[in-house]
T-cell receptor, first 114, second 111 residues
Framework: DGGITQSPKYLFRKEGQNVTLSCEQN?????MYWYRQDPGQGLRLIYY???????QKGDIAEGYSVSREKKESFPLTVTSAQKNPTAFYLC?????????????FGPGTRLTVL | AQSVTQLDSHVSVSEGTPVLLRCNYS??????LFWYVQHPNKGLQLLLK??????LVKGINGFEAEFKKSETSFHLTKPSAHMSDAAEYFC?????????FGTGTSLTVIP
């Protein structure tokens, strides 16, 4: 089955720790995206990548970092600099870089900072 | 400015009655418009999309939406609600190379 996988589904971390969220796709898509979802706020773009070894900041990149060493993988690191990291994180991909193509979403990772 | 507004944060309907979820957008360009559905603790699933073809777009699970340029609207409808339709719905507007998510409408279906 083609699709996007995110792991883990639930993640807990202590304050001051970095944590990495996994996102893998086997759709052969060039573009990948990370969003953060908070109640009542819709989705906000953290980072996106249109091609391997390239990525761009979204609207709320502070306190986050990404890498795109392989086409199928786009991990997100939530650093200790992120002031309010508890949220639901969604990864997405699209076949065509740029925003016009349909984005396909993974199942999400819920991060809770204790 | 480009943006999308979902006019209702919560909508409740009885099972078997029509569903209307409203979305208005502002755009300087010819937009692409999407509706996604999200069930609790799940990712977003595409319901339907408009990309400048037919203005009435049919999607999955009996949903459809009509693009009305004069009203800058892209409302989502379904003739008869089912219990499984209870979820969060997001309208997404894409103009140029920018995409904008609405804040979501939570649909409750009452048995």
């Amino acid at each position: 089955d083609g699709g996007i996988t995110q792991s883990p589904k639930y993640l807990f971390r202590k304050e001051g720790q970095n944590v990495t969220l996994s996102c893998e796709q086997n759709l052969n898509h060039d573009a990948m995206y990370w969003y953060r979802q908070d109640p009542g706020q819709g989705l906000r773009l953290i980072y996106y990548s249109q091609i391997v070894n390239d990525f761009q900041k979204g609207d709320i990149a502070e306190g986050y970092s990404v890498s795109r060493e392989k086409k199928e993988s786009f991990p997100l690191t939530v650093t200790s600099a992120q002031k309010n990291p508890t949220a639901f994180y969604l990864c997405a991909s699209s076949s065509i870089p740029g925003a016009r193509d349909t984005q396909y979403f993974g199942p999400g990772t819920r991060l809770t900072v204790l | 400015a480009q943006s999308v507004t979902q006019l209702d944060s919560h909508v409740s309907v009885s099972e078997g009655t029509p569903v209307l979820l409203r979305c208005n957008y502002s755009s300087s360009y010819s937009p692409s418009l999407f509706w996604y559905v999200q069930h609790p603790n799940k990712g977003l699933q595409l319901l339907l999309k408009y990309t400048s073809a037919a203005t009435l777009v049919k999607g999955i699970n009996g949903f459809e939406a009509e693009f009305k340029k004069s009203e800058t609207s892209f409302h989502l409808t379904k003739p008869s609600a089912h219990m499984s339709d209870a979820a969060e719905y997001f309208c997404v507007v894409i103009t140029g190379n920018q995409f904008y998510f609405g804040t979501g409408t939570s649909l409750t279906v009452i048995p």
